[in-house]
């Protein structure tokens, strides 16, 4: 049975790193941005319904902005950062002109959490 499975993974092993070609998986925008709203919606809870439309709104041109930022800029990743710094500021800035002072700055804290959740610890 050993035998079974160290030549299973000797032999499928090589097939999955293959598969990956040592890169993340390809991200799709409109989940993260999806993932994003979502997480915008459940952290304000004091949200009204006009800003709950706002941000719907919000969040629907900004998926559409990234989506068409990744089809232009494939392949470059400079042309491709610079795309993205600009539209997040464009949605930032939309946020916060609808958004409360207190609501903005428990959206910006919970964000740079979520930030720091995903960034891999530095080197020592």
């Known amino acids: 049975m ?31 941005v999806a993932r994003e709203k979502q997480m915008v919606l459940d952290s304000i809870t004091d949200l009204s319904e006009d800003q709950k439309l706002v941000i719907d709104e919000i969040y629907k041109t900004y998926s559409e902005e990234i989506t068409a930022a990744f089809s232009e800029n494939q392949g470059d990743r400079d042309k491709m950062r610079g795309a993205m710094q600009e ?8 946020l916060s002109e609808i958004l409360t002072d207190e609501q903005m700055a428990r959206l910006t804290f919970i964000m740079q ?6 960034r891999p610890p530095p080197n020592e």
Do not use: A, D, V, Y
């Not at 079974?4 to 040592?22: A, D, R, V």
């Not at 959490?113 to 995903?118: P, S």
């Open 87 to 94: 539209i997040r500021k464009k949605k930032q800035t939309m």
């Open 2 to 32: 050993k035998t079974i499975i160290l030549f299973s993974l000797i032999i499928l092993g090589p097939l999955f790193i293959t598969e990956t070609n040592g890169q993340p998986p390809q991200r799709n925008p409109s989940e993260m």
């Open 113 to 118: 959490q979520n930030r720091r959740q995903r």
